[in-house]
């Protein structure tokens, strides 16, 4: 059978770029690399890339998200585990979490799968931001104009 005519358009891309203006920071010493935009869905495919040891985030998913460590480790406080590279990782709906990278680790480099949206929470469980496709879209956009790539570099991404 052949590809239908409306179908979207596939995506094939070096996941860790050779090009450092690619990533998007985060935070000091964090970034994430977009892969898959998706703005039917509602969520976004992405690695996470993280140079600094100490708590990187309180967060709640709303809906589903699926990891898998490429490079180092990290752990959420509210459990026993840790993620190491080759771990396979799903959060279910409802996990509130607190994503830690301990000191031993130089850097460590994630793909996530991550449905929905992002809410991030202080430690009584107050929300202080939220990031969707959307917002994580913004993000890109500005960042690639500024570092000269251009803000249409991201539109191979967005679906
Ligand atoms: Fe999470």
Known sequence: MSTPPDAAL?????????????WVPQAPSVWFRPLMLNTVNGGWCNLLRV??????????????????????????????????????????PGETHTLVVDNDVEEMI????????????????RQIGYEDVFTKIDMCRRHYAA????????????R
């Open 147 to 158: 570092v000269g790539l251009g803000e249409d570099y991201l539109q191979q991404f967005i």
């Open 51 to 92: 140079r600094k040891a100490g708590v990187l985030s309180r967060h709640r998913h709303p809906a589903p998200v699926h990891g898998y460590v490429i490079k180092g480790s990290w752990r959420y406080l509210e459990h026993d585990w840790v993620a190491m590279a080759g771990s396979y990782v799903f959060e279910p």
């Open 10 to 22: 596939e995506i094939v891309a070096q996941a860790i770029p050779n090009d450092e203006r690619v």
């Open 110 to 125: 994630t793909f996530f799968n991550i449905s929905g949206a992002m809410i991030y929470l202080d430690a009584n469980d």
